[in-house]
């Protein structure tokens, strides 16, 4: 049992650069989501999800976009990469059934833009 | 504007001694509220959490206390011990699917 699984765990983009973060989770979770960890900020929610098809902003969604098309997965797309993104990023899921105990977290991406 | 405050970025305690770790939040429609514990290079563990409906939570050495009408929450690790060197982040949870955090505090068990 994988749990929530994040790829790649570094990464270094130039400025305007694309990429993709991926999370997938093998546990049958309808909820899933990303969140971003800067110093003094915490973790802030970017974007989340409580079903495939279905999507929706978090606090802080400028800049990323999201889709779900399969329950197991929900990649991160950061379209033109800028130095202010530069974070760590965890995704999380949780079966929507359950009390708000249940998420559980990736181990992260450090994403690094120069 | 963060709704949930971790005022203390940092915490230092000796082994054996009790860690006490303190958390406010603004939004009244919070009503699950939870601590969440993460080591470098790995995604936050939950630790312990507590219902609207109830003051005080205990699990082993963690116990976390709600003060609804402060809008305050603690959480208390007695005995603390060199494995619970970490940072602690507080987490609330409104029944919108979404968990709100705090900025963390980072605790160092002196030996």
């Known amino acids: 049992n994988a749990g929530v699984t994040q790829t790649p765990k570094f990464q270094v983009l130039k400025t305007g650069q694309s990429m993709t973060l991926q999370c997938a989770q093998d546990m049958n979770h309808e909820y899933m989501s990303w969140y971003r960890q800067d110093p003094g900020m915490g973790l802030r929610l970017i974007h989340y999800s409580v079903g495939a098809g279905i999507t929706d902003q978090g606090e802080v969604p400028n800049g990323y976009n999201v889709s779900r098309s399969t329950t197991e997965d929900f990649p991160l797309r950061l379209l033109s990469a800028a130095p202010s993104q530069t974070s760590v990023y965890f995704c999380a899921s949780r079966d929507l059934s359950g009390p708000p105990d249940g998420y559980t977290f990736g181990s992260g991406t450090r994403l690094t833009v120069v | 504007d963060q709704q949930v405050k971790q005022n203390s970025p940092s915490l230092s305690v000796q082994e054996g001694r009790i860690s006490i770790l303190n958390c406010d939040y603004t939004?009244?429609?919070?009503?699950?509220f939870l601590w969440y514990k993460k080591y470098p290079a790995e995604g936050p563990t939950f630790l312990i959490s507590i219902s609207s409906i109830k003051d005080k939570n205990e699990d082993g050495r963690f116990t976390v206390f709600l003060n609804k009408s402060a809008k305050h929450l603690s959480l208390h690790i007695v005995p603390s011990q060199p494995g619970d060197s970490a940072v602690y982040f507080c987490a609330s949870y409104g029944n919108d699917y979404k968990l709100s955090f705090g900025a963390g505090t980072t605790v160092t068990v002196r030996a």
């Open positions: 939004n009244s429609m919070f009503d699950y």
